[in-house]
């Protein structure tokens, strides 16, 4: 959009925890507007910043009408531009290799100061986005109340090679080409980590270690948001069952539009995501597998950078309704529609979090597991890396006698224990004809699990489940140390 970036009316709030509710921007919100007629650089390219290697570099801004503006980058040859009639400019550096060393930037134009971002690096960028689990940062910061070790942590990251920009919470009514509120890349540090998003934090520590070149990582999440609101207007409304359910809804597109649209200049490695949890009652439930990779399909789009990666988060055991019932499966059913959506769109990958849970907290404090199994996902298929990056996925299930057995996928059951060593949890159901769940009594064999089926029920058996309930905190893992995946074999 050529314009003088002259931002739309952005709105805000500040939501706490991880509210269900829509959020009603406060009165006196004003955008941000760029002066008339200034010489500027658009606010998401800072010094700090990364670059994505081996992807072209787009800068723009605005001078006055007919001015000549010049880019010197340097690791690349000056790239000359000329503004339009509005006083826009843009111009594209080539791509170039991964580089750890500070770089620097300068942009000029007749009579006015040029302008220098210093200590960029060449490396990959990714965005990181969602609601508050996304959100909740390393630190005890109301109203999160830390990771596991959060001081240790926080103590020992001091990650030079990890640059992070937190966006401030922004809603608008239309695309923006850059940030309503600015906000700072920043070079990882012990000073200033407690505020990082943990999960993009653990995420950025195991992919730098892996290959070695800079991490910039773009965190973009709102506490208590829905799908709906994250989602670019042309992917709901270009699908007409979409359109009906989500268009208007919970502001729809608005945050896509204050918070994602801003970067979608910038070439990127791909994306994390940690959402569901506003859409957790969502009936029937693969409708949100639906609006999901719809969203998915609606970033690519907007980025135009091919079939981006996109690896996200399905979410933790926990007690949302608060009266102890085991029994309950309605967020069980919405994990199975959020694992259906590897099976509709491409180059994606789910993190499974049945072992990372706290019954009674919304926002567990195990982020490092979750952190790094996107990292192990991104490895395995962005990096091309020989990584186990998912546990144990349900493929069948056999009988022989009052003995059931759960076959998995090959590759994802080797080395088939409990995690620390404990019991075995009994989350393993079966039913016969008449649909009636009975516990088993489940062993580990091999790389496989044998259910003996209790006397009561009638063979032969028909269904199988797995830790297919609400808040079961489970333990069995692979070699790997990832937890198997829930599942309900008639879906199957």
Known sequence: MKSKLLMLALFAAVITGCSKKDVTPPDDTKP?????????????LQSNMVVQRNKPFVVWGSAKPGQ????????????????????YWQLTLPSAAANAAPQKITISTNGEKPIELNNI?????????????MNMPLGNIAPFTGVENYETEIANANQQLIRFLTVKESYSA????????PAQWQVCSPDNAAGLSAVAYYFARRVQQSEQVPIGIIVSAVNGSWAETWANSAAIQ?????????????????????MINPFVKLGISGFIW?????NQKTSPPSTYTKLNIALINGWREVFKQGDLPFYYVQLTPFDDDKNGNEQTDWLAKFREAQAAIRNGVSNSGMAVTMDAGEVDNHHPKYKKQVGERLALLALKNAYGRKVASVGPKYQ???????????????GTAQGLSTKDGTALKQYFFVAGADKILHTGTAVINGDHIDITVPADLSLPV??????????????LQNAAGLPAEPFDSSSF
């Open 462 to 475: 028909v269904e199988v489940r797995y830790a297919f309930t609400n808040f079961p905190v489970t333990n």
């Open 68 to 87: 000549t503006v010049t880019v010197n980058a340097s690791w690349s040859q000056q790239a000359v531009s000329k503004t339009d009639a509005s006083g």
């Open 274 to 278: 940690y959402q569901g949890e506003n």
């Open 396 to 410: 069948s299930f056999s009988q022989l006698g009052n003995i059931v057995t759960i076959h998995y996928v090959q």
């Open 121 to 133: 690096l060449i490396g990959d960028v990714w965005i990181c986005a969602g609601q508050s689990n």
């Open 174 to 181: 239309s695309p923006i080409e850059q940030l309503a509120t």
């Open 32 to 44: 941000v507007t760029p002066p008339e007629d200034g010489f500027y650089v658009a606010n998401t």
């Open 238 to 258: 270009n699908d007409p069952f979409l359109a009906g359910q989500y268009y208007g809804a919970h502001q729809s597109s608005q945050l896509f539009n204050g």
